[in-house]
C-alpha cells in the first residue's frame, strides 16, 4: 500500500497543476456548507470532502474509530483527539478512495455528488477551539532586524536570545480565520516628541508573517514534553499573520510585553496541513552556536522548506508581492519551542496555537514585516498600482500564502488573507 | 422586600460569627459531591448548597430561567450566560429561601439534607472554563518596588504606567483551583556573575497577592467596553496567587514580558463573590494625576476595600501571616482595566480571567509578594517555626484570604491555597 504521501500518487478528482492541495497533502478544516451546519473537511483540489457526509455514508467504517460525531462538530478539536494514529488512518483512507484507480467512491456519481463540494459553495471556519496562543519570536533575523532598529545594531540581539525561544502569551479570542475582515485598532502612543500620549486610530499598522503549529495532544500540568517527543504532540501546521500596531505597542510593551499592540485580530489559514504530509520538506535548521542547554539539543531535520510571500491588495488595484521568505530560516525549531514551553511543566490542550514570530529571512525583500521591509518606514514600499506604503491603509489587504516543491509535488497552505477596515469611533 | 445584601437579613442557616459566606454574601462556585457529576453551587456559613438539586426539586421554577441544566454543568459559563439579571434572580431567590423567616425549605427536612452538604463533604472544582487569561500591573507600590529594585529608584515608574493599566496575556491552561498543588517549575536562570545561563529548580519561587474579575458578557472583536458600562460585563471576583518564579522571569522577559516563570500554576479561590456582593465595599481609588485620556476617566466609587492576607504554611510548623494589604490601593480600577482592554476591539468571552497584578500597600508589611517583602532576598521572613524566608521552600503551603467589613456584616473569599512541592526531575 502506498503511502498517502507517495509523489507518485494520482488521483481521479481533476486538480489543477499547482493547486497547494494535491492528493498527497489532505489537510483538514471546518467549513460550513451552503446548507447544514460547520462539520469537517478535507482539501482536494478545489474541492472540499465533506467528512461528515463520508462519515454517514459508510466510508469510515473499516477504520473502527471510537466515534463519528467528531466529524460533525463546528471544531476539529475532538477529532484530533481521537489520537494521532485515528488521524492517519482517517488521511490514508481519504487518500486511497481518491486514487484513480480506486473505483469505490469513483463511480458512485451519488455520492461524489453529496461529499465533494466546490470550494466557493463553502464557508471556511476557524479549524479549532483555541485554548490558549503563544508567539515565539524564533527568527534571528527578524530579532536582529527589530533590535537594529529600536536599540543597538552592534547589540541587537539580546543576551537570551540564543538560549531560549523567546515567546510570551497572546490572545486566544481575537484569533480569526482567512477573511475575517477586521477594524484598525485604536490606542494609545506617543511620539518621541510629544510630552504626552495621544489617542487614536494606529498609524502604523503591520502584519507579521508568520507560520504556527496546533496542538494534537495533552499534557497535563507538570509534564515535560521532551525535544524528541515534541512532533507527537503536534497535529499540523497553519500559516499566521500576527497583525502589530507598532505604535500602539512601542508605548505599551515595557515592561511586560506586547499587549493591545498585537490582540485586536490575528489570522490564520483555514487549512491545518498535517505534520505527515510536511515530511517531505523536513530541511537542517541553522546551527545554533553558542549551543544550547542539553533541554534543549535537537538533532536531525526539524525545520521546514516552506516557500512564504506576502502580497499587498489595495482596495482598487491589484496584488503586489512585498515579501518572498522561507520557513527553513527559522533558529528555533517546533520541537524546541514545545520542549522550553513545556520544561517548567506548563500544560499544553488540544487545539493550542503556537506560532513562530515573524519568518524573516537574510535578504531584504524577505523581511516578513513592514516595519522591516520600509525600515521603520523611512524606505516606503511601491504598490502595483504606483501608490507606496510606509505602514498598512484602509481597505487593503493582506494576503500570505505558503508552500512546499520537491519532486515536481507541491504541498501548500492555501492562504491567509485579511482586509483592514476603517477604526471605529470611540 | 429587603435585596440580598441587606445587613439585618438573618438566616436559618447556622453561619459561625465570622464566617466569609454569610446570606449577605452567597458566592457561586462549582463542586463535586461525594456522589454524582460537578454542579453549581452556593456557599453559605459552612455549607455548600446544591443548585441542581434546588432546580430539580422546582425552587428555581418561579424564575422562568431558559434552561435548569445550567446548573448540572461542570463550569459556570453556561449559568453566567444566562445574563446579569437571571443571575441576580438566583441569588435574590436564594436569599429569600435561606432566610429565618421563611419556612419554605427550612422546614422540609428531606430537601434540606438534600441541597445543604458540608463543605468538606465537596470537592471544589475551578469555577468557570477559562478561555482567555490577563494579568495586570495595576498597584502603584508594587510596580514601584520593583522599579525600584531592578532598574532606578529615581524613575522607578516607567513613563507609560500612570498613562495606561499595563498588562499582559497570561497562560489559561496553568490556572487551578486553590487546594491544587504544584511542582517547582525548572528552567533557565543566570545570575549575574554567570557567563553563560545554567538550568534546574527554580531557586526565587514567589507567590503574589491578586484580585481577579471574571467576565460575565461576551462582546464581538470590534466592540470597546466603556468604562461607565464596564461594571455590566463583570460577574464577580476571586482571590489569585499568580505564583512566578524569579529568577526565570529575570532572565527570560526581554522583551516580551513574563512567560515560564509564571505560565507553571496560578490559582485561583473556588468561590465568584459576585459584584452585587461587594457593593457595601466600594470606595473611591487614589486621584489620578496626571489626568488619563478621556476613554479611561473614571468616576464615583470604583475601588473596593476588600482587607487581603497572605500566610505561609511550612510542613511542620504553623501559619504566620507575612502580608496584610487591601484592594482598595490599586491606581486602575477594575472598569479601567477592561475599558482599556477593549478600546483596540479586543473581544472579551464568559469566564476570562483578569486579574490585578499584585497588590501592595504603602507599608512595608503590606507589600503582595516574598520579592517586596525581603527586599530581593535581603531581608529574609521569620515564620512561626522560627525558619527564615528569602523565597519559598519545598513543602510550603501559601494561603490568600480576602473579605470587606461594614456595619458589623463580613463579606469574604474564603481562601486560596497551594503547596509547592519538589521540582520533577528533567
Same mark, same amino acid.
Given at each position: 500500500?502506498?503511502?498517502?504521501?507517495?509523489?507518485?500518487?494520482?488521483?481521479?478528482?481533476?486538480?489543477?497543476?499547482?493547486?497547494?492541495?494535491?492528493?498527497?497533502?489532505?489537510?483538514?478544516?471546518?467549513? =460550513?456548507?451552503?446548507?447544514?451546519?460547520?462539520?469537517?473537511?478535507?482539501?482536494?483540489?478545489?474541492?472540499? *470532502?465533506?467528512?461528515? $457526509?463520508? %462519515?454517514?455514508?459508510?466510508?469510515? @467504517?473499516?477504520? /473502527?474509530?471510537?466515534?463519528?460525531?467528531?466529524?460533525?462538530?463546528?471544531?476539529? !478539536?475532538?477529532? +484530533?483527539?481521537?489520537?494521532?494514529?485515528?488521524?492517519?488512518?482517517?488521511?490514508?483512507?481519504?487518500?486511497?478512495?481518491?486514487?484513480? @484507480?480506486?473505483?469505490k467512491l469513483q463511480d458512485n456519481y451519488e455520492h461524489r455528488r453529496?461529499?465533494?463540494?466546490?470550494?466557493? $459553495?463553502?464557508?471556511?471556519?476557524?479549524?479549532? =477551539?483555541?485554548?490558549?496562543?503563544?508567539?515565539?519570536?524564533?527568527?534571528?533575523?527578524?530579532?536582529? !532586524?527589530?533590535?537594529?532598529?529600536?536599540?543597538?545594531?552592534?547589540?541587537? *540581539?539580546?543576551?537570551? &536570545?540564543?538560549?531560549?525561544?523567546?515567546?510570551?502569551?497572546?490572545?486566544?479570542?481575537?484569533?480569526?480565520?482567512?477573511?475575517?475582515?477586521? /477594524?484598525?485598532?485604536?490606542g494609545q502612543y506617543k511620539t518621541p516628541d510629544a510630552a504626552l500620549?495621544?489617542?487614536?486610530?494606529?498609524?502604523?499598522?503591520?502584519?507579521?508573517?508568520?507560520?504556527?503549529?496546533?496542538?494534537?495532544?495533552?499534557?497535563?500540568?507538570?509534564?515535560?514534553?521532551?525535544?524528541? =517527543?515534541?512532533?507527537?504532540? +503536534?497535529?499540523?501546521?497553519?500559516?499566521? !499573520?500576527? &497583525?502589530?500596531?507598532?505604535? +500602539?505597542?512601542? &508605548?505599551?510593551?515595557?515592561?511586560?510585553?506586547?499587549?493591545?499592540?498585537?490582540?485586536?485580530?490575528?489570522?490564520?489559514?483555514? &487549512?491545518?496541513?498535517?505534520? @505527515?504530509?510536511? $515530511?517531505?520538506?523536513?530541511?537542517?535548521?541553522?546551527?545554533? $552556536?553558542?549551543?544550547?542547554?542539553?533541554?534543549?539539543?535537537?538533532?536531525?531535520?526539524?525545520?521546514?522548506?516552506? /516557500?512564504?510571500?506576502?502580497?499587498?491588495?489595495? @482596495? =482598487? #488595484?491589484?496584488?503586489?508581492?512585498?515579501?518572498?521568505?522561507? %520557513?527553513?530560516? *527559522?533558529?528555533?525549531?517546533?520541537?524546541?519551542?514545545?520542549?522550553?514551553?513545556?520544561?517548567?511543566?506548563?500544560?499544553?490542550?488540544?487545539?493550542?496555537?503556537?506560532?513562530?514570530?515573524? +519568518?524573516? #529571512?537574510?535578504?531584504?525583500? %524577505?523581511? #516578513?514585516?513592514?516595519?522591516?521591509?520600509?525600515?521603520?518606514?523611512?524606505?516606503? *514600499?511601491?504598490?502595483?498600482?504606483?501608490?507606496?506604503?510606509?505602514?498598512?491603509?484602509?481597505?487593503?489587504?493582506?494576503?500570505?500564502?505558503?508552500?512546499?516543491?520537491?519532486?515536481?509535488?507541491?504541498?501548500?497552505?492555501?492562504?491567509?488573507?485579511?482586509?483592514?477596515?476603517?477604526?471605529?469611533?470611540?
Amino acid at each position: 500500500m502506498l503511502s498517502a504521501n507517495d509523489p507518485s500518487l494520482k488521483t481521479w478528482v481533476e486538480v489543477p497543476a499547482d493547486s497547494d492541495f494535491p492528493v498527497q497533502n489532505l489537510p483538514f478544516g471546518i467549513f =460550513k456548507p451552503k446548507i447544514g451546519t460547520a462539520r469537517a473537511g478535507v482539501a482536494i483540489g478545489n474541492y472540499v *470532502l465533506d467528512l461528515q $457526509e463520508m %462519515a454517514q455514508l459508510g466510508y469510515f @467504517d473499516t477504520l /473502527h474509530l471510537k466515534d463519528h460525531a467528531v466529524f460533525s462538530q463546528p471544531y476539529l !478539536n475532538d477529532f +484530533i483527539a481521537l489520537g494521532k494514529s485515528a488521524c492517519q488512518q482517517v488521511r490514508q483512507r481519504i487518500s486511497e478512495l481518491l486514487r484513480h @484507480d480506486n473505483a469505490k467512491l469513483q463511480d458512485n456519481y451519488e455520492h461524489r455528488r453529496k461529499v465533494l463540494l466546490y470550494d466557493t $459553495e463553502v464557508h471556511m471556519q476557524l479549524p479549532v =477551539k483555541i485554548g490558549d496562543y503563544t508567539d515565539f519570536y524564533s527568527s534571528m533575523e527578524h530579532a536582529t !532586524n527589530v533590535g537594529t532598529m529600536f536599540r543597538d545594531p552592534a547589540n541587537a *540581539l539580546l543576551p537570551n &536570545w540564543k538560549h531560549l525561544p523567546v515567546g510570551y502569551h497572546g490572545r486566544s479570542s481575537s484569533i480569526v480565520v482567512s477573511g475575517t475582515n477586521f /477594524h484598525r485598532p485604536n490606542g494609545q502612543y506617543k511620539t518621541p516628541d510629544a510630552a504626552l500620549p495621544g489617542f487614536g486610530p494606529s498609524q502604523q499598522l503591520d502584519f507579521e508573517l508568520e507560520m504556527a503549529f496546533v496542538i494534537g495532544q495533552s499534557t497535563e500540568l507538570g509534564e515535560h514534553i521532551p525535544v524528541t =517527543k515534541a512532533e507527537e504532540y +503536534i497535529f499540523g501546521m497553519v500559516l499566521f !499573520n500576527d &497583525w502589530s500596531a507598532r505604535d +500602539i505597542q512601542a &508605548w505599551e510593551y515595557v515592561p511586560l510585553g506586547p499587549f493591545l499592540g498585537k490582540n485586536f485580530a490575528s489570522s490564520i489559514s483555514p &487549512w491545518i496541513v498535517t505534520l @505527515d504530509a510536511l $515530511e517531505p520538506f523536513r530541511v537542517p535548521g541553522p546551527v545554533q $552556536e553558542p549551543q544550547v542547554l542539553p533541554y534543549l539539543q535537537s538533532s536531525g531535520q526539524r525545520n521546514y522548506d516552506i /516557500h512564504l510571500e506576502v502580497s499587498i491588495l489595495p @482596495d =482598487k #488595484g491589484s496584488e503586489k508581492v512585498v515579501c518572498r521568505s522561507n %520557513a527553513k530560516y *527559522l533558529y528555533w525549531n517546533i520541537a524546541q519551542q514545545l520542549a522550553h514551553h513545556t520544561v517548567n511543566g506548563c500544560n499544553v490542550t488540544i487545539g493550542d496555537v503556537y506560532a513562530s514570530g515573524t +519568518i524573516s #529571512g537574510p535578504k531584504a525583500d %524577505a523581511y #516578513g514585516s513592514m516595519l522591516e521591509l520600509t525600515w521603520r518606514g523611512t524606505k516606503p *514600499l511601491l504598490l502595483a498600482d504606483g501608490s507606496e506604503r510606509k505602514f498598512l491603509h484602509d481597505h487593503d489587504t493582506v494576503i500570505m500564502r505558503g508552500f512546499g516543491k520537491k519532486d515536481g509535488n507541491r504541498i501548500g497552505f492555501g492562504e491567509v488573507r485579511g482586509k483592514v477596515l476603517p477604526a471605529k469611533e470611540i
